[in-house]
Nanobody
């Protein structure tokens, strides 16, 4: 199982970015897939998660971020709009077998990628 993120970079406040996570090794439709972000010295924060028709978002990104996946293309996306300086972080995708659920961000995820840096100024 491999997860590789891309699409990060510098962006001005109010701008948009779309992150991608290419994954291989399993049928992703059976997995809860999620985006987390982390800044130095802080615990990872769950940003968004999805499995089937269920999607979940952190309050801090609701209405600005959108998670989606292309199962046939084995890619998970995070569309980020109206970015703020506080969105600056290393963003990484993660997966776990099974459902997500409302407490998804506290669950143990089996795999994660190295991450892609997003810097909002």
């Amino acid at each position: 199982v491999q997860l590789v993120e891309s699409g990060g970079g510098p962006v001005q406040a109010g701008g948009s970015l779309r992150l991608s996570c290419a994954h291989s090794g399993y049928p992703s439709s059976r997995h809860c897939m999620a985006w987390f972000r982390q800044t130095p010295g802080k615990e990872p924060e769950g940003v968004a998660a999805q499995r089937d028709a269920a999607t979940y978002y952190a309050d801090s990104v609701k209405g600005r971020f959108s998670i989606s996946r292309d199962i046939a293309d084995h890619t998970l996306y995070l569309q980020m709009s109206n970015l703020k300086p506080e969105d600056t972080a290393l963003y990484y995708c993660a997966s776990r077998v099974g459902m997500c659920g409302p407490n998804w961000s506290k669950l143990r995820f089996d795999s994660r990628g190295p991450g892609t840096q997003v810097t909002v100024s």
